[in-house]
């Protein structure tokens, strides 16, 4: 069968690699300021959230997730790429200095892969299939990752709640978008 999965948080691996080759490239600096590539964001001060910060979860950026929950979404709720830019720019502070603890960071990766596009002018999808799964023959057969706004055929989701008889049913994706997650 033709199934494809939402590999979630997985998906920073495949980030963090598309990072490192379009550093390795010069097409951005682990040192690079965040806000190079994604102006919009507010100036934080000093010392400035980077790159490589976000790479090591070390940024301290808020969590664009809870964010957007404060700003009235739901976990359900499909978000566009756009609404978490929106969420960050909000004027939220910081958690903490950067590079001076470690947190987990969906908002690091999120950012990751905004910046990558920024910098190498392809989404991230088009970059790891030119760049990552093109290099060998894996089976990848489907470059659809992490798209907003795109509905996947054949899409493997937990299961969610119990249906006619007892039996559970998973969730209809066929009116729902797709979370842009990195």
Request: aromatic share 10%; glycine share 10%.
């Amino acid at each position: 069968p033709e199934t494809s999965f939402d590999i979630a948080s997985t998906s920073k691996q495949f980030t963090g690699l598309a990072v490192l080759l379009a550093a390795r490239d010069d097409d951005l600096d682990l040192g690079d300021d965040l806000r190079r590539w994604v102006p919009e964001l507010p100036d934080y001060g000093r010392p400035p959230v980077t790159l490589g910060q976000m790479l090591h979860h070390q940024s301290g950026l808020p969590d664009y997730i809870g964010l957007l929950l404060e700003a009235g979404f739901g976990y359900q709720d499909r978000t566009t790429t756009q609404d978490a830019l929106d969420a960050l720019t909000d004027g939220s502070g910081l958690d903490f200095e950067p590079g001076s603890t470690w947190a987990y960071s969906n908002s690091g990766y999120f950012l990751l892969g905004v910046a990558l596009e920024r910098a190498t002018g392809m989404c991230l999808p088009d970059y790891l299939a030119e760049n990552v799964f093109a290099l060998r023959d894996i089976g990848v057969r489907s470059k659809v990752l992490f798209q907003p706004l795109v509905f996947v055929a054949e899409l493997a989701d937990q299961i969610r709640q119990r249906g006619v008889d007892g039996f559970l049913q998973p969730r209809d994706l066929a009116a729902e978008p797709l979370h842009f997650l990195a």
